[in-house]
């Protein structure tokens, strides 16, 4: 009698609706918990889980951006929670000429995405950088994160997902608007930026991160985060470069 052949089907008995839906369950025991550092990365925390969506903003090197990736990849990977993705989402074509760069469209955008990869490699305790980037192309493949331009979200509606828009202070108000628009059932969405460190060319086009502020002021829905000097995270010269700008008014 020949031998049945052993198929590669999973075996999904005991598994949860979130790990059926991926192809490699993340393991969350090397997922570490990270404390926030200064008042206002705390009253990030704490408003995020009252619940309020957030729109954080100001001088760089505050990690407004590590704590929010932080906090979706904490919601994301916990099953207990409606959200099943991690949508990135940021202008590719600011100052930077990617039609220059060589390859395809998606090797272009690879080099915006290698930021948030340092971010990521912080979040998880693996054994060597060969495991880690075994686990974040998982992460990546099976869609856990994902990365869109705002080029693409016309038409598209975000269900089930913690949205992140990063360097919103390049975004004109119309995509900003689209994001909005965007966010549908079971979503959440964290804004970041530092209006001075716009890329935009014309003062016009500055001035619709200020009108989207304060739409957002009215709205109960949202938390909006003021960061400064007080909350810089980065040592050294970083710091000291960052602090010696903003006294200047550069």
């Known amino acids: 009698m020949p031998r049945k052949r052993r198929t590669s089907t999973p075996d999904l008995v005991g598994m949860t609706p979130k790990q059926m839906k991926r192809r490699k369950p993340i393991n969350n025991s090397t997922f570490v918990s990270v404390e926030p550092i200064t008042e206002n ?3 990030m925390v704490a408003d995020y889980d009252s619940g309020k969506h957030l729109f954080t903003y100001g001088c760089a090197g505050t990690g407004k951006t590590f ?28 100052t930077r000429e990617i039609g220059f760069l060589p390859g395809t469209h998606e090797d272009k955008a690879d080099i915006y995405q290698i930021p948030y990869k340092n971010m990521v490699r912080y979040m998880f305790e693996m054994p060597d950088d060969a495991s880690f980037d ?14 869109w331009s ?27 608007d689209t994001i909005m628009t965007r966010v549908g059932q079971d979503s959440r969405i964290i804004f970041c930026g530092d209006a001075s460190q716009s890329d935009l060319i014309k003062a016009t086009d500055r001035t619709g991160i200020i009108d989207f502020q304060r739409i957002l002021q009215t709205m109960d829905e949202f938390s909006l985060i003021e960061y400064g000097i007080e909350d810089i995270v980065r040592s050294g010269i970083v710091k000291s470069y960052i602090i010696a700008k903003i006294n200047l008014g550069i």
């Not at 979706?72 to 940021?90: F, G, H, S, W």
């Not at 075994?134 to 990365?147: D, G």
């Open 134 to 147: 075994m686990l974040y192309e998982n992460l990546k493949h099976q869609e856990t994160i994902s990365f």
């Open 41 to 43: 990365q705390k009253k």
């Open 67 to 94: 704590m929010a990736l932080y906090l979706a990849l904490r919601d994301v990977l916990d099953e207990n929670t409606p959200y099943d993705k991690v949508y990135i989402v940021r202008s590719l074509v600011a």
């Open 150 to 176: 705002t080029s693409f979200l016309r038409g598209t509606t975000l269900d089930n997902a913690i949205v992140i828009v990063d360097e919103s202070q390049n975004l004109h108000f119309h995509e900003l």
